[in-house]
């Protein structure tokens, strides 16, 4: 157990589906990230949470749209998705937003927008 | 800007080969913090090691050694005797003093290593 659990592993959905992504952390961090990494680029940070409030968002889209409900607890909610979407999505938390501060990563959510 | 540059986007090796990662950075900081993480095929990042700007000591544990250079901007990780278990794609990543507690991770591309028996 990697101490942080995503859900699903794997998604297939079409353009018009609504879909969340959910992480959980068993660590006892105070902040949780999400990242995308496609093909052939780099992770790219899309959203960061510290304490349950978002402090960072990345220019992401508005049909990416994250909740944190608690400090353990990090959905990623999809709606309208396109093709270039496709990716896997990493959850990532740390002990706190620190720069020196290791990050701990879930296993991703390798979505399929079709 | 931040920027980390990993020339190597694939490498393959016989086993028990010595082989070298590279990663470069620009930062305009002289407060930095430097890491390198490992995704295996599972999906999940694992954190291999940290670095701050300050301290230049090489350091090695186990089969892995790293090697950072302020001279040369580069913070490069070598694996010794490398094994099929080391399969995987390796990031080196910077993370810079933001002030407030505003942590950005900045990733490179990756290196893909195959190590074949």
């Known amino acids: 157990e990697t101490g942080v659990t995503q859900t699903p592993r794997h998604l297939v959905m079409g353009m018009t589906n609504k879909k969340s992504l959910k992480c959980e952390q068993h660590?006892?961090?105070?902040?949780m990230y999400w990242y995308k990494q496609s093909a052939k680029k780099p992770l790219e940070l899309m959203f960061v949470?510290?304490?349950?409030?978002?402090?960072e968002n990345n220019s992401v889209p508005s049909r990416f749209s994250p909740e944190c409900p608690n400090s353990s607890h990090l959905f990623l909610h999809l709606h309208t998705l396109q093709p270039e979407d496709s990716a896997l999505y990493l959850c990532?938390?740390?002990?706190?937003?620190?720069?020196?501060?290791?990050?701990?990563f879930g296993q991703g959510t390798r979505l399929t927008v079709v | 800007a931040q920027k980390v540059t990993q020339a190597q986007t694939e490498i393959s090796v016989v086993e028990k080969e010595d082989v070298t990662l590279d990663c470069v950075y620009e930062t305009r900081d002289t407060t930095y913090y430097l890491f390198w993480y490992k995704q295996p095929p599972s999906g999940e990042l694992v954190f291999l090691i940290r670095?701050?700007?300050?301290?230049?000591q090489n350091e090695i544990s186990g089969r892995y050694s790293w090697n950072f250079q302020k001279s040369t901007s580069s913070f490069n990780f070598t694996i010794t005797a490398s094994q099929v278990v080391d399969s995987a794609v390796y990031f080196c990543a910077l993370s810079e003093a933001r002030g407030g507690g505003s942590e950005k991770l900045v990733f490179g591309k990756g290196t893909k290593l195959t190590v074949n028996p």
């Open positions: 949470y510290s304490l349950e409030e978002r402090v």
């Open positions: 990532a938390s740390s002990h706190t937003l620190l720069y020196n501060t290791e990050a701990f």
């Open positions: 660590l006892g961090h105070n902040a």
């Open positions: 670095r701050n700007s300050f301290d230049e």
